[in-house]
């Protein structure tokens, strides 16, 4: 079963290890804000995205915070509420080359 994540970072002064965190949450997810990702994952990719994640980080110094908002199925767009520019969700589809 699909869930739904919010995923906040902060990663300290370190750009590299930033970019790195970015790119990888690109991979995952719909990038709302500066620092934060909405990702649709089943719990084997969000296991790996977490492990993917930790080997990234400085434990001491940087933060990942992952937000379970529930089955995928269970959200509509209804729920959310956006001030300013409205929010859309986009569809994500794969791609076989």
């Known amino acids: 079963m699909r869930r739904l994540y919010l995923i906040s970072y902060d990663i ?7 970019r ?3 790119k990888i949450l690109r991979g995952h997810g719909d990038h709302l804000q500066y620092s934060v990702f909405l990702c649709e994952l089943n719990l084997k990719e969000k296991a790996q995205l977490v492990s993917r994640l930790e080997d990234e980080i400085k434990k001491s110094e940087d933060q990942i915070i992952v937000i379970d908002l529930g089955p995928l199925n269970a959200l509509t767009t209804k729920k959310i509420t956006s001030l300013g520019i409205p929010y ?3 569809e994500r589809h794969s791609i076989v080359v």
């Open 88 to 90: 859309t969700h986009l």
């Open 20 to 22: 790195q965190v970015f």
């Open 12 to 18: 300290s002064s370190c750009q590299k290890r930033w």
